[in-house]
C-alpha cells in the first residue's frame, strides 16, 4: 500500500514535470528546442534530468502535441496551435488595479490574459468562463471573459462620497477596478465619508459602473474597531453571533453530568498542564505525564471534547462549520464558537474539571511509541502556563513541575529528531506582534520567535494527529480504509522548485532537487546556512511560497513537509472545524460503525479548506493595516531594511525588527534612471552601474503611508 501510495506521488510529480517542459513550447509556439536547448532553458544541468527532459519531448512528439521541425528539433504542433485557440477554458479572476485580469485555470498550463474592456464585469475571485483568442507570435495567450459563474464576493468594503443627487461607493481592496453606484434611497443611514458595507444589486450590460445599496455602516475610517471590522466584513466573515446561536450557547449547562465522569477515563489525579499564549482565553489542548510501573513514560494529549457540547445539525454546529475556523487579528480572536463555549465550557481552565477525547501513548526514552490508546478522558489541569514561562523553566528556573516538563521536553526534542531523519522540513516562522494602547493604536511593534516551550507542546500535537490519521488511515487486512479527513500536503511544483533553485543559487547557496530526500535535506542545510544572515527570512519566506499549500482531503497522499505518510488536525476542536469532524469519526469507527459518505465530506474538505485560506488572509491584512498605523507617525524617521523583492516599479524593502514592507518607486530613484534585471533579481542604474540586489541591507527613510490602502512608501537615504 505504502509503496504504491509512493509510486502515485513520484507519478504525480512526473506528470507536473510534463506539464513544465510542454508549457515552454506554448508559451513559444514558433520556437523549436532539442532537449540540450530546452534543459538549458530549465535550468537543468544533470545528467538524469536531462534524459527525463529527452524522454518526455519523445513522449510529446509520440502524443502529436510537438512536431519536429529539424533533425533533433521540436516546435509545438500548429495542429495544438489551433485547438487551443478554438475553445473555452474556467478559472478564476486575479484582477489586477488596472483592470486587466489573468484567469488561473486547471484547464491549460498557462494563465490567460485579459484585457481590462474584455473582462465582462467580472471582479476579482470571481469564477468564469473564458473564450481564447488564436495565439500570436511572441504574444501571451490572451481571451474573453463571456460568462461570469460564481461571483466570489457577496459584500464590499469601503467609503461612501455622497453628492446632491445621487452617491458612489469606493472600494478599498485595490484589486476592485470600479465604484459601485448607490442612489440616495439606498444609504440606509450613511454619511458622507463612513467606512461602510456594500453589495451589488444589478450590473446593466452596457454601463461601467455596477448598482448597489449600502448594506450596514461601520463608522469613521481610521478607527481602530471600524478597520478591524472593516477587514473581517471585507473577508466575508460575520462580525457578530446570529441570536439563536447565543440563545442555544446559553442553555448548555456549565456542570457535568456525574453518568458522564463515570463513562471516562479519569486523568485529574495524573500531573497535567496547559501552555499557551499569554494572552490566550481559549485552552483546547492539555498535556498529562506519569511513569509507569515498567519505567516507560505514558503521555496523555487531552483535547477539549467539543464533539460532546455541540451536536451535529444543531444551530451551533452549522454556524461553526459556515465559519470554518477562528480568526485570528492583531488584537482580538474571532471565535468559531460562541464564547460561553470557547473560553468557558470547552476550555481547559486550570483547576476545573473539564471533559477532553485523548490520545494517550506510552513511551520508552527515545521517545517510541510502545502502546496508544484512544478515548474520552476527564482532566483537572495543575497549572495553566505561557510559552515564556515554561521557556524559563527549560533554561532552568526552579519550579514545582520542573521535573515533568524538563522530561516532556526531552521526549519531544526525540520525536522532532526522528521526525527530521525521516526527511521533514525545518520550516521556522516568525510571528509579528503590537503593542497597543488603550485606543488600540500600536506604540511597538516587534518579532516573536518560536522557542523550545513552542516547540514542544508543537511536537506532541504533531504525534497525536499523525497517529490519529495512522489508526483510521492504515489498511488492516482486506478492509479498505474508511472515509476520513485528512491534512494533506502535496509535493512542490517541480518548476517552481526549479526557480527557486536558480535564486537561491544567485545569493551563493546550493539546493539539490533531484529526490525528495535530497530536497528535504538540501533545504534544511540552506536554513541552517542562512540563520542569522540578513537574506534569512527573505529566503524562508520565498520557501514557503515554493512548496504546495496544505488543505484538507479525504484522499491521502501524506504531508510532503513533515513527512508523514498519514497526517490529520485532531487537536483543536474550539478553533477549527475539521478537528471536530476528525472527534466525530474517531468516535464512530472505535465502535465499528461503517464508512461515512466520502462525497459530502470531501465538500467539507473543500469548504474548511477556502475558509482556513480567508482566515489567513484576514490576519494578514490586519497586520499589514497595523505596520501601516505604526509608521504613520514615522513619514520622515530612517530605518534600516533588507530589499524583499523588486519589480519595474521599485524595490520592496522589509524594514529590520517589525517586518514593515513598503516600496521604494523607481521613480524616486533619481541619481540614474534604472531597469529591471529580473533573471538576476535586482535593478541596475543605466549610466552608473549602480545595482540593488534582493537581499541587500538598505537604509531608507518613510516617504508616505496610506493607512486605507495599507501601503507603505519609502524612499532611499
Not at 463612513?194 to 478607527?223: C, Q, Y
Not at 510559552?387 to 527549560?394: A, K, R, S, T
Not at 535564486?503 to 542562512?530: A, E, P, T, W
Not at 504613520?632 to 525588527?657: A, P, R, T
Request: aromatic share 10%; with cysteine.
Amino acid at each position: 500500500m505504502a509503496r504504491r501510495k509512493k509510486n502515485q506521488k513520484m507519478q504525480k510529480g512526473q506528470n507536473s514535470f510534463v506539464n513544465t517542459v510542454l508549457n515552454v513550447f506554448i508559451q513559444n509556439p514558433f520556437k523549436g528546442y532539442n532537449f540540450r536547448q530546452l534543459s538549458y532553458h530549465l535550468g537543468i544541468s544533470d545528467k538524469a534530468s536531462k534524459q527525463l527532459v529527452k524522454d518526455i519531448i519523445a513522449d510529446l512528439a509520440s502524443s502529436k502535441k510537438i512536431v519536429e521541425s529539424k533533425r533533433g528539433k521540436y516546435k509545438l504542433n500548429p495542429a495544438s496551435i489551433k485547438e487551443i485557440s478554438q475553445h473555452t477554458v474556467t478559472g478564476i479572476v486575479d484582477m489586477k488595479q488596472t483592470g486587466k485580469a489573468y484567469i488561473i485555470t486547471d484547464d491549460i498550463v498557462d494563465d490567460v490574459f485579459v484585457a481590462a474592456n474584455n473582462t465582462y464585469h467580472a471582479l476579482n475571485g470571481d469564477k468564469v468562463i473564458v473564450r481564447l483568442f488564436p495565439l500570436r507570435k511572441g504574444r501571451k495567450l490572451e481571451g474573453k471573459i463571456t460568462e461570469i459563474i460564481e461571483r466570489k464576493k457577496k459584500q464590499f468594503v469601503g467609503i461612501i462620497e455622497i453628492s446632491k443627487k445621487y452617491a458612489f461607493f469606493l472600494p478599498d481592496d485595490i484589486s476592485i477596478p470600479v465604484d459601485i453606484f448607490i442612489p440616495l434611497s439606498n444609504l440606509n443611514g450613511a454619511k458622507n465619508g463612513n467606512k461602510v458595507i456594500a453589495r451589488i444589486t444589478d450590473w446593466p450590460e452596457h454601463s461601467k459602473n455596477p448598482f448597489g445599496e449600502i448594506i450596514e455602516v461601520l463608522g469613521d475610517p481610521g478607527e481602530h474597531e471600524v478597520e478591524m471590522q472593516s477587514i473581517l466584513a471585507d473577508f466575508d466573515f460575520p462580525l457578530r453571533f446570529p441570536q439563536k446561536v447565543i440563545k442555544e450557547a446559553e442553555k448548555i449547562p456549565d456542570t457535568i453530568p456525574a453518568g458522564e465522569v463515570k463513562r471516562r477515563k479519569d486523568f485529574r489525579k495524573v500531573f497535567t498542564i496547559t501552555i499557551d499564549p499569554e494572552d490566550a482565553k481559549d485552552f483546547d489542548d492539555a498535556l498529562s505525564i506519569q511513569k509507569l510501573a515498567n519505567g516507560k513514560w505514558e503521555v496523555g494529549i487531552h483535547i477539549a471534547d467539543v464533539s460532546y457540547y455541540v451536536k451535529p445539525g444543531t444551530v451551533i454546529d452549522k454556524e461553526a462549520f459556515d465559519r470554518g475556523t477562528s480568526i485570528y487579528l492583531v488584537d482580538r480572536v474571532i471565535p468559531m464558537l460562541p464564547e460561553k463555549l470557547s473560553n468557558a465550557v470547552c476550555s481547559l481552565r486550570e483547576k476545573e474539571d473539564k471533559l477532553c477525547y485523548a490520545a494517550v501513548f506510552e513511551l520508552d526514552e527515545n521517545a517510541k511509541v510502545l502502546n496508544e490508546w484512544y478515548g474520552r478522558t476527564i482532566i483537572n489541569s495543575d497549572r495553566r502556563f505561557n510559552y515564556d514561562e515554561v521557556q524559563q523553566i527549560l533554561d532552568g528556573a526552579e519550579n514545582e513541575y520542573q521535573e515533568n516538563i524538563t522530561i516532556l521536553d526531552k521526549l519531544a526534542k526525540k520525536l522532532r529528531e526522528n521526525r527530521f531523519k525521516k526527511g521533514a522540513i525545518a520550516f521556522s516562522s516568525q510571528e509579528v506582534k503590537f503593542k497597543l494602547d488603550e485606543n488600540g493604536k500600536p506604540i511597538g511593534a516587534f518579532i516573536k520567535e518560536q522557542m523550545d516551550s513552542n516547540r514542544l507542546i508543537e511536537d506532541f500535537m504533531l504525534l497525536a494527529n499523525r497517529k490519529v490519521a495512522e489508526k483510521i488511515g492504515v489498511k488492516h487486512g482486506r478492509q479498505e480504509p474508511r472515509t476520513f479527513v485528512y491534512r494533506v500536503h502535496d509535493m512542490p511544483n517541480p518548476e517552481k522548485l526549479q526557480t527557486f533553485s536558480e535564486f537561491v543559487s544567485k545569493l551563493g547557496y546550493q539546493l539539490q532537487i533531484g529526490s525528495r530526500k535530497s530536497i528535504s535535506s538540501s533545504l534544511n542545510q540552506l536554513f541552517r546556512d542562512i540563520k542569522g544572515k540578513g537574506e534569512e527570512n527573505m529566503i524562508e519566506s520565498i520557501a514557503v511560497r515554493t512548496m504546495a499549500k496544505a488543505e484538507y482531503s479525504i484522499t491521502n497522499i501524506g504531508h510532503y513537509g513533515l513527512a508523514f505518510n498519514y497526517y490529520t488536525h485532531f487537536t483543536s476542536p474550539i478553533r477549527r472545524y475539521p478537528d471536530l469532524i476528525v472527534h466525530r469519526l474517531l468516535d464512530m469507527y472505535l465502535i465499528g460503525s461503517p464508512s461515512v459518505n466520502p462525497a459530502e465530506y470531501e465538500e467539507m474538505c473543500k469548504h474548511t479548506s477556502e475558509m482556513e485560506r480567508k482566515a489567513l488572509g484576514a490576519e494578514r491584512a490586519s497586520i499589514k493595516y497595523k505596520q501601516a498605523e505604526y509608521l504613520l507617525d514615522k513619514v520622515g524617521m530612517e530605518f534600516n531594511g533588507l530589499i524583499s523583492g523588486v519589480s519595474k516599479w521599485g524595490i520592496f524593502v522589509e524594514l529590520d525588527g517589525n517586518k514593515c514592507e513598503g516600496m521604494v518607486s523607481l521613480k524616486y530613484m533619481e541619481d540614474d534612471f534604472y531597469f529591471l534585471d529580473e533573471e538576476n533579481y535586482r535593478v541596475i542604474g543605466q549610466q552608473f552601474g549602480k545595482e540593488y540586489k534582493l537581499g541587500d541591507p538598505i537604509r531608507i527613510r518613510v516617504k508616505r503611508i496610506d493607512l486605507a490602502k495599507k501601503q507603505m512608501d519609502f524612499e532611499l537615504t
